[in-house]
Structures are given as C-alpha cells and as structure tokens.
C-alpha cells in the first residue's frame, strides 16, 4: 500500500543552500524568468517537490523550455541560465555547424 503513496518532501535545498518550500516558488503567474526563479523551478523537480508536468502547467513552460533550463543547470550551474550564456552557447552551435 505505501508505495502506491506519492511521498513528498515538505522542502528541499535551493539553489541558494536554502530550504525551499512549494510556498517559496514563483507565483504561478510569472512570466519573467530571472536566473533564481529558474533554478528555483529546476530545484523544486530535482528535489521531488513538483513533477515536470505539475510545472509546466503551473507555469505555461513547455517541456523543451523547461529541459533547457534543468541541461543548463547540471552543465553550468545557475550561470548556464543567464539568457547571454543561451545566446553564447548557441553562436558557438552555429560556428561549428558551417565548419
């Protein structure tokens, strides 16, 4: 019967060291994506607080988005979702792409 139970942790650890609650998470309403909002997102699935489908219906992100930031996250930490590293990363595919 108890692993039939979804068990869920109360907190987890955020990006920042900190606990981090479902009531710590970006209201579902946001829409602009700072670095901490999106590895705070990325933290809450990794820890089990959230599913990825919980997430992206919550948030409107779409499953490509939300793969994006959690590949950046374990590639580079939080630096790898500044949207400049994006750009860099993906001038970098295009320069080998013509080689």
Known sequence: MIENQKIRPDKVIGPLGEPLSIADLPPPETRRWVVRRKAEVVAA???GLLTIDEVLERYG???EE???WQRAVDRSG???LRVTRIQHYR???ERQ???
């Open 78 to 80: 939080m630096q790898g």
């Open 61 to 63: 992100l779409t499953l």
């Open 45 to 47: 699935v990794n820890g």
């Open 66 to 68: 939300f793969a994006s």
């Open 91 to 93: 001038d970098l595919y």
């Open 97 to 99: 792409l013509k080689y």
